[in-house]
């Protein structure tokens, strides 16, 4: 099955800096790659994905990139402010196979000082 | 209002008892999944379901049981063969083949 990893497990930033978080998969038939935020006490909620069609994906801030070679994929987030500070799951997925289901990473506690 | 419902929120069950959790939505998603979190664990899945009366099992499945007889209901139980139940659950669903996943607010169980 498909396994997950993600770097780092924790990261901490000043204001303004970017922030950068890495995952590989291992299922090279995986093709949907979403990004999840987990504020404390909250659900995580998708803050962007990305198919194996395309390189790069941007919404305002953030974005990600993949490479389907290698089998990674980052989140890269810019001028960074305090209310990113969450977990940041990443996720994969079969989109056209019979058993769709969605393998997380472990997540990344970032945490952004002002 | 749509969405997707977990219930209780907070759970304490005795040591050796079954216990129940509730998921509902309202989404028509024909996909539905139970996640374990724990810290430093990220989302491991338990069990998922992608059409009414058919289920599999997730990565740690053991100890827990699911049912899916309604589109909009996946609940999950844990049982007494569950060594470790203390935990936060989520529950998501989606449509199927790549689509955004709506998770639940979670129902924290903790063993008494």
């Known amino acids: 099955g498909e396994n997950v990893e993600q770097h780092p497990s924790t990261l901490s930033v000043q204001e303004g800096d970017s922030a950068v978080i890495k995952c590989t998969y291992s299922d090279s038939a995986s093709n949907y790659f979403p990004w999840y935020k987990q504020e404390l006490g909250k659900r995580p909620q998708l803050i962007i994905d990305i198919r194996s069609n395309v390189g790069e994906k941007k919404d305002q801030r953030i974005a990600v990139t993949l490479n389907k070679t290698a089998k990674h994929f980052s989140l890269h987030i810019t001028e960074t402010q305090p209310e990113d500070s969450a977990v940041y799951f990443c996720a994969a997925s079969n989109s056209g196979g019979s058993n769709y289901k969605l393998t997380f990473g472990k997540g990344t506690l970032l945490t952004v000082n002002p | 209002d749509g969405g997707i419902t977990q219930s209780p929120k907070y759970l304490f069950r005795k040591e050796g008892q079954n216990v129940t959790l509730s998921c509902e939505q309202n989404?028509?998603?024909?996909?539905m999944y139970w996640y374990r979190q724990d810290p430093g664990q990220g989302l491991r899945l338990i069990y998922y379901?992608?059409?009414?009366?058919?289920?599999q099992k997730g990565d740690i499945a053991e100890g827990y049981s699911v049912s899916r007889e309604k589109k909009e209901s996946f609940p999950l139980t844990v049982t007494s063969a569950q060594k470790n139940p203390t935990a936060f659950y989520l529950c998501a669903s989606s449509g199927l083949g790549g689509a955004e996943a709506f998770f639940g607010q979670g129902t924290r169980l903790t063993v008494v």
């Open positions: 989404l028509n998603h024909d996909a």
């Open positions: 379901s992608q059409i009414v009366n058919d289920f």
